[in-house]
């Protein structure tokens, strides 16, 4: 797979990113099947698979449980090698989701993980939705103190993780990048996924095989035919399965 930037960042990513979910956190998921959490020797052995594999885009949030604190033991000594992206606004505890996107709690994210994945920068940080986009962009502090933290150096892109499409929209007016969900069954991102690389806002796919959901030869195929689409964020725990997926976008050509 050929790297390529994303959006107007000056970071590059693969076109098959690999969504760190389920290393960390197998409690109220959306998958289909259950699974068990992996080891902390399968994780390690997993992450370096995925970067071997030419993978060079991690995707990550404190709600994933540990999966931030298992990629900063895991793979920090090739921190080099990826972009890593991590969130902001949602933890999970005691098997429930909280929220909170005060400037505080922002600014205490953004510490955490910067430890836990032992980065003194972090390449880009999203805004992790609850549902409430609106709220979230025009009611609390989490755009403003984001964009500070990247004025300071600390982050180098910051986005929106959206649910709704008026939220991304309405995110294309600071965001360096969006995250959406978008796949066969759902085209519903797909103006805003236009508008978005037309001004230059990186575009990520979330749910591209709708959580497991699509069969990833004719799904993955879908989304990275989209002259818009940046990158497509997949995971999984069977390094054979992920390769599976990275020779499906090798043989992809953009629309």
Same mark, same amino acid.
């Given at each position: /797979?050929?790297?390529?930037?994303? @959006?107007? &960042?000056?970071?590059?990513?693969?076109?098959?990113? #690999? @969504?760190? #979910?389920?290393?960390?956190? =197998?409690?109220?998921?959306?998958?289909?099947?259950? *699974?068990?959490?992996? &080891?902390?020797?399968?994780?390690?052995?997993?992450?370096?698979?995925?970067?071997? /594999? @030419?993978?060079?885009?991690?995707?990550?949030?404190?709600? *994933?449980?540990? %999966?931030?604190?298992?990629?900063?033991?895991?793979?920090?000594? !090739?921190?080099?090698?990826?972009?890593?992206?991590?969130?902001?606004?949602?933890?999970?505890?005691?098997?429930?989701?909280?929220?909170? *996107? %005060?400037?505080?709690?922002?600014?205490?994210?953004?510490?955490?993980?910067?430890?836990?994945?032992?980065?003194?920068?972090?390449?880009? $940080?999203?805004?992790?939705?609850?549902?409430?986009?609106? #709220?979230?962009? =025009?009611?609390?502090?989490?755009?403003? &103190?984001?964009?500070?933290?990247?004025?300071?150096?600390?982050? !180098?892109?910051?986005? /929106? +993780?959206?649910?709704?499409?008026?939220? &991304?929209?309405?995110?294309?007016?600071?965001?360096?990048?969006? /995250?959406?969900? *978008?796949?066969?069954?759902?085209? %519903?991102?797909?103006?805003?996924?236009?508008?978005?690389?037309?001004?230059?806002?990186?575009?990520?796919?979330?749910?591209?095989?709708?959580?497991?959901?699509?069969?990833?030869?004719?799904?993955?195929?879908? $989304?990275?035919? =989209?002259?818009? $689409?940046? %990158?497509? $964020?997949?995971?999984?725990?069977?390094?054979?399965?992920?390769?599976?997926?990275?020779?499906?976008?090798?043989?992809? +050509?953009? @629309?």
């Amino acid at each position: /797979m050929e790297a390529q930037l994303l @959006g107007q &960042t000056g970071l590059k990513v693969s076109p098959i990113g #690999f @969504g760190a #979910f389920k290393i960390g956190r =197998n409690q109220k998921i959306k998958y289909p099947t259950p *699974y068990d959490l992996p &080891t902390e020797a399968d994780v390690e052995k997993l992450l370096n698979a995925v970067l071997d /594999m @030419g993978i060079s885009y991690i995707d990550t949030a404190p709600a *994933y449980g540990l %999966s931030e604190e298992r990629i900063g033991r895991s793979i920090a000594h !090739r921190r080099d090698e990826f972009v890593l992206s991590t969130k902001i606004g949602e933890t999970f505890r005691d098997g429930q989701s909280q929220y909170d *996107y %005060s400037a505080a709690a922002v600014r205490h994210s953004i510490d955490s993980s910067r430890l836990l994945l032992d980065s003194e920068i972090l390449d880009l $940080v999203l805004i992790h939705s609850s549902g409430d986009d609106d #709220f979230i962009l =025009n009611q609390t502090d989490a755009v403003a &103190t984001l964009c500070d933290l990247k004025q300071a150096g600390i982050v !180098r892109a910051v986005g /929106m +993780s959206a649910k709704s499409i008026e939220g &991304t929209r309405q995110s294309l007016e600071w965001a360096d990048v969006i /995250m959406v969900e *978008y796949h066969l069954d759902d085209r %519903s991102h797909e103006e805003v996924i236009a508008e978005a690389a037309e001004r230059g806002v990186g575009v990520v796919i979330k749910k591209g095989l709708a959580a497991g959901h699509l069969t990833p030869d004719e799904a993955i195929s879908f $989304v990275l035919r =989209n002259p818009h $689409v940046d %990158s497509l $964020v997949i995971g999984g725990l069977n390094p054979a399965h992920i390769q599976v997926n990275v020779n499906v976008a090798g043989t992809i +050509s953009k @629309g």
